[in-house]
């Protein structure tokens, strides 16, 4: 994207997040991470003018951290891409398959390949890492990995095939902006989030704000306030540009139905 020097993302080399940077910000140089928190630390800081994550997996749904983070944070999304996810089963060179114990990768891309797992390494003990392409460095003769297809590293083998348990899998990233420095003016979808009064009907009399207009909802999400018990926070994505005055209005009506409402990306 235009405008984005140097944009910070997940590392280490090679991860997918990695991968998104690259594609979203083409002229920029690349800070890798070593977690999500970290991401967000260097763009609120300036060491960073940009930041990419991912925010939901089409098989295992939103990124619950980065969904938190966001909300929480000096960042909104700005744009958006879709990438689709290949991940393949990486070991020494000379392991088999009868000699894996433990396989290593990020949590999401474990849950991703669960069936595969289940059926041909049921024993395998399964080892949450900050990112695929980090269990490449924890690799031995008795482990092995899950990372994705455009991983090259001397010495490891990745299988030939995919091993995830739907080929139709794709991750939307984002690229973050700081809020701080205002929110974009125009955009083709708008993602932000709201909680609700805690009464019957809150929610409904939000949706209801679009719904009317004629405004589809793309999106929608929910996650617990941790301090609030059993009460929720929803993440929502609309089709709608906030240049458009019927869609200004929605937001608009739509927050004062809510005890909190913030808008949280304007991107196309």
Do not use: W
Not at 22 to 43: E, K, M, N, Q, W
Request: charged share 25%.
């Amino acid at each position: 994207m235009d405008g984005v020097s140097r944009a910070a993302c997940l590392g280490p080399a090679g991860s997918y997040s990695e991968l998104a940077a690259r594609t979203l910000c083409p002229h920029a140089s690349v800070a890798l991470c070593p977690t999500f928190p970290a991401v967000f630390d260097a763009l609120a800081s300036g060491r960073a003018d940009g930041a990419v994550i991912p925010i939901e997996n089409s098989i295992q749904g939103g990124v619950l951290q980065n969904l938190d983070l966001l909300e929480t944070r000096d960042a909104c999304a700005v744009a958006e891409i879709r990438l689709r996810i290949d991940h393949r089963l990486a070991c020494r060179e000379g392991v088999r398959l009868s000699d894996i114990v433990r396989v290593y990768s990020h949590e999401q891309a474990i849950g991703q390949c669960s069936r595969f797992l289940d059926e041909t390494l049921p024993h395998a003990e399964r080892i949450f890492t900050d990112s695929t392409a980090k269990s490449l460095a924890l690799l031995d003769d008795r482990s092995a990995g899950i990372v994705g297809a455009h991983i090259r590293a001397e010495g490891v083998v990745l299988s030939d095939e995919n091993i995830a348990d739907e080929k139709n899998n794709f991750t939307q990233f984002f690229l973050l902006r700081r809020r701080s420095d205002g929110l974009p003016a125009h955009g083709k979808t708008v993602f932000f989030a709201a909680v609700c009064e805690h009464r019957p009907g809150s929610l409904l009399e939000l949706l209801r704000c679009f719904s009317a207009r004629g405004i589809n909802l793309t999106r929608i999400e929910s996650r617990p306030i941790p301090s609030v018990p059993g009460e929720y926070r929803f993440f929502i994505e609309i089709d709608g540009d906030v240049s458009d005055s019927r869609v200004r209005t929605a937001l608009s009506e739509a927050e004062m139905h809510c005890r909190t409402f913030r808008i949280l990306g304007i991107y196309d």
